[in-house]
Nanobody
Framework: QVQLVESGGGLVQAGGSLRLSCAAS????????MGWFRQAPGKEREFVAAIFWSAGGTYYADSVKGRFTISQDNAKNTVYLQMNSLKPEDTALYYC????????????????????WGQGTQVTVSS
C-alpha cells in the first residue's frame, strides 16, 4: 500500500522559511516524478514544484521560482520542499503527490498526472 506522509508545516512570519518533507512508502518512486501542490481556502489545488527522481530535473510554478527548492533523498525515499522568503499568499494546505507512471515535462503541473496523494500539511504565513 502506497503512503505519502507530509510533515514540516507550521506558522511562520512573512520572510521566514520552512522545509516540508514527504516520506514515501509502499513502493519505490525512483523512476517516477513527485510533486508538491497547494490549496488555499476557496481556491483550486495548484502546482508548486516537481522533481524527476532519476534525472533530477526540477520544475516550479512561476510564483515560487527563486524562493522554493525541491529536492530528494533517494536512500530515504523522501522529497523535500525548502521554502524561503515566504509570503502571506503562500498560505495553504500543501500536498505531496507521486506519479505511478512516467509523464512528460509538460504534464508535471497537472493534478491528473499524479496517482498518489498525501493528507497535506498546513503552512500559514503571517504578515
Amino acid at each position: 500500500q502506497v503512503q505519502l506522509v507530509e510533515s514540516g508545516g507550521g506558522l511562520v512570519q512573512a520572510g521566514g522559511s520552512l522545509r516540508l518533507s514527504c516520506a514515501a512508502s509502499g513502493r519505490s518512486f525512483s523512476r517516477y516524478p513527485m510533486g508538491w501542490f497547494r490549496q488555499a481556502p476557496g481556491k483550486e489545488r495548484e502546482f508548486v514544484a516537481a522533481i524527476f527522481w532519476s534525472a533530477g530535473g526540477t520544475y516550479y510554478a512561476d510564483s515560487v521560482k527563486g524562493r522554493f527548492t525541491i529536492s530528494q533523498d533517494n536512500a530515504k525515499n523522501t522529497v523535500y520542499l525548502q521554502m524561503n522568503s515566504l509570503k502571506p499568499e503562500d498560505t495553504a494546505l500543501y500536498y505531496c503527490a507521486a506519479a505511478a507512471y512516467l509523464i512528460s515535462a509538460r504534464a508535471v503541473s497537472r493534478t491528473s498526472s499524479y496517482n498518489y496523494w498525501g493528507q497535506g500539511t498546513q503552512v500559514t504565513v503571517s504578515s
